[in-house]
């Protein structure tokens, strides 16, 4: 009997998981703000195409791979973050700053549920905002070269999505820390996008030291692996006069790269229910 109760309880659990899930990733849509990152998107990829159609700049349409990573690579993580910031940044803080909260906890419903399904709700809303870019991308490449899309391009995109996971944990984290969404979002918007590659700077260029405690160091991979051959771990370069300082570059390895955003999404993710349940919702 203790069996079949726990199942019929996890059961449950599941079950609730999809309707938080289900009503969230509505709500994204009554708020607007799905539209809104569409509309990002869009004039994003817009201008892009209308710039290289106009100016057809003949070093990038010389490789369906260097084109993509240019038209790809060089965006798609901005991408991830504002959908990011759009989708998770206040998606917990909220239930405090709104008193949402005080109608849910009451009710036969654990927070480890609430904060899934709605994890869940943005990681869908985010992904296909991802995918609207990828789409793009494709149909240009498509344009210009023919029914043929290089192998790095799919790798690139998958782990795109891996970044958009842990990032997605890393503002949950922040957004279970705050109890102000505009404090929430604009943290996690200025660590992934200003702090991070600072440090990455900061400590490869200067101190010589790999950054492979750094998210965006990890994330790295979506970008280099449009490179090929792949870039090297280490690249040192002389500069200033007479070559007396080196400037030196890291790369992380592909599975450098995943396992530090898998770290981040783990991490990250106990942490945000960890401070969601300990949380308490005061007036």
Do not use: C
């Amino acid at each position: 009997m203790a069996v079949t109760s726990e199942r019929r309880s996890r059961e449950s659990s599941l079950a609730q998981v999809g309707v938080v899930a289900k009503y969230n990733f509505l709500n994204y849509f009554r708020a607007r703000r799905f539209y809104v990152m569409i509309a990002i998107v869009l004039l994003i990829s817009g201008l892009l195409t209308f710039v290289i159609a106009y100016r057809r700049p003949a070093g990038i349409l010389t490789a369906d791979l260097g084109f993509l990573s240019l038209v790809w690579g060089s965006f798609v993580s901005l991408i991830v973050i504002l959908s990011t910031a759009f989708f998770g940044g206040d998606a917990i803080s909220s239930e405090f700053q709104n008193r949402t909260g005080y109608f849910l906890v009451p009710n036969p419903i654990r927070r480890s549920v609430i904060y899934v399904g709605k994890w869940i709700a943005a990681l869908t809303a985010s992904t296909i905002i991802l995918l609207v870019y990828a789409a793009v991308a494709i149909a240009n490449s498509l344009y210009y070269f023919g029914f043929t899309l290089p192998n790095e391009f799919f790798l690139s995109v998958l782990y795109a999505w891996i970044f958009l996971a842990a990032a997605l944990s890393f503002a949950f984290a922040f957004s279970s820390l705050f109890k102000s969404s505009s404090i929430a979002v604009l943290m996690s918007v200025i660590m992934l996008l200003f702090v991070f590659n600072v440090i990455d700077t900061v400590a490869s260029s200067l101190a010589g030291v790999e950054p492979w405690f750094s998210i965006t160091y990890g994330a790295g991979v979506v970008q280099s692996v449009l490179t090929v051959p792949y870039p090297p771990h280490v690249f040192s370069t002389p500069v200033g006069p007479g070559g007396g300082f080196s400037l030196t570059i890291f790369t992380a390895p592909v599975w450098e790269g995943l396992a530090i955003l898998g770290i981040y999404f783990a991490v990250m993710a106990v942490l945000g229910l960890w401070l969601f349940e300990r949380k308490e919702f005061t007036a």
